[in-house]
């Protein structure tokens, strides 16, 4: 089993600023993807941004540019620096875990609201 910990959502204005964390804990394997998705409501969940094992990344044509994946250095902790916010990036975002063979485990889910 993993447990999924998210943190840093919010109220921000359009073109602000928010970081997101996430930490892993539990059965842990050390190839993995760690991943934000978000949820708007209406709409189906969405991938935003993926980290895998080597550092790769991945980002949804959406947010290339304004958001960045990253790792903390234990690799268990994953952050979402979100830059230049707009009103439609306003969801519930969600912190995924996969490994290879694996099932996805999901943290609780952190609002993001963009609004003047």
């Known amino acids: 089993q993993v447990q999924l910990v998210e943190s840093g959502g919010g109220l921000v204005q359009p073109g602000g600023s928010l970081r997101l964390s996430c930490a892993a804990s539990?059965?842990?394997?050390?190839?993995?993807?760690m991943g934000w998705y978000r949820q708007a409501p209406g709409r189906q969940r969405e991938l935003v941004a993926i980290?895998?094992?080597?550092?790769?990344?991945h980002y949804a044509d959406s947010v290339k540019g304004r958001f960045t994946i990253s790792r903390g250095n234990d690799k268990n902790t994953v952050y979402l620096q979100m830059n230049r916010l707009k009103p439609e990036d306003t969801a519930v975002y969600y912190c995924?875990?996969?490994?290879?063979?694996?099932?996805?485990?999901w943290g609780q889910g952190t609002q993001v609201t963009v609004s003047s």
């Open positions: 539990g059965s842990l394997f050390s190839i993995n993807a």
């Open positions: 995924n875990w996969k490994e290879p063979g694996g099932p996805n485990y």
């Open positions: 980290i895998i094992t080597d550092d790769t990344t």
